[in-house]
């Protein structure tokens, strides 16, 4: 009988690195064939958040070969002359995949905004379209934090056919589409929320947890059964200003059989999902 070993740490920077030399690598490859992937990235605004993020994007385009096209609006920019644009990056045969960085201005409708975005060009994989797409199984784009999730998940070789996840929160971005992805991997799923009446009692039962709804400790150690896979969606500060989770780390680490940090866990698979999802996209394109 082999002994249950707890605290393993699953790496999602190591993990991002080695997708990305492979984006890389299937990058050269269309290139050799004439075709370069192209990401727009449109940021609205001076939101401080959203031009990290787009930073980061844009960086890791370069790093992988992708080609970024950077757009940076006012954030009086009317709502008309955004779905203007991104109908025009729609037509654009060299732009693969489009992303308006959120949030937007309070004038802009983001649902108009998301919904205008060709589902063949949804890379963030937040239109209704797409969600319909991960809903049936059908080809198409998986939102990025989940699909980094999933890939997490794989990654420990546990297989979850059979398995008990619990998703906490139900969020169109992650909560969500995240319970159809381990669906569709065979687990049998529960999702909690805000109105589920004692959170604990579920996951105590569970094999693996996925916390994601922007809250410190959702989930401690007294709600882990141990040797369950967590993976930590979250991303929120200490009072002291330290980045941390929705996971009580230290307690549940003592516990799961394997965890995702925060930070270096889920963070880093997300704009390497968007990668992948962009180089799809251009893949398709060249067939």
């Given at each position: ?63 992988t070969g992708v080609r970024s096209v950077f757009e940076k609006y006012e954030a009086t920019l ?210």
């Amino acid at each position: 009988m082999t002994q249950q070993t707890f605290g393993q740490i699953i790496d999602g920077v190591a993990l991002s690195a080695q997708l990305r030399r492979e984006v890389a690598t299937r990058v050269l490859a269309l290139q050799a064939r004439g075709v370069t992937p192209g990401l727009a990235v449109i940021l609205v605004g001076e939101d401080p958040g959203s031009a990290v993020y787009v930073r980061n994007k844009i960086k890791a385009c370069a790093d992988t070969g992708v080609r970024s096209v950077f757009e940076k609006y006012e954030a009086t920019l009317p709502e008309a002359d955004l779905l203007a644009r991104i109908a025009s990056l729609n037509a654009d045969p060299t732009v693969h995949g489009i992303l308006v960085q959120m949030p937007l201005p309070k004038h802009i409708d983001p649902h108009k905004v998301i919904e205008a975005i060709s589902v063949s060009k949804d890379v963030d994989g937040y239109a209704t379209l797409s969600a319909g797409q991960v809903m049936t199984g059908a080809p198409g784009f998986r939102p990025c934090t989940p699909y980094g999730c999933m890939k997490l998940i794989e990654s420990t070789g546990i297989n979850l056919r059979g398995k008990h996840a619990v998703v906490i929160g139900r969020s169109n971005t992650v909560g969500k589409p995240m319970a159809l992805m381990l669906l569709q991997a065979n687990a049998t799923v529960t999702v909690c929320h805000s109105a589920t009446a004692d959170i604990g009692h579920h996951t105590r039962q569970a094999d693996l947890i996925v916390a994601a709804v922007g809250k410190r400790n959702v989930l401690t150690a007294d709600m882990v059964k141990p040797g369950a896979i967590v993976i930590d969606v979250g991303m929120n500060r200490t009072p002291e200003g330290k980045l941390c989770g929705d996971v009580d780390f230290a307690g549940v680490s003592k516990l799961a059989s394997h965890i995702t940090p925060v930070p270096g866990g889920v963070g880093p698979m997300t704009i390497t999902m968007l990668l992948v999802n962009t180089l799809e996209a251009a893949e398709r394109c060249a067939t």
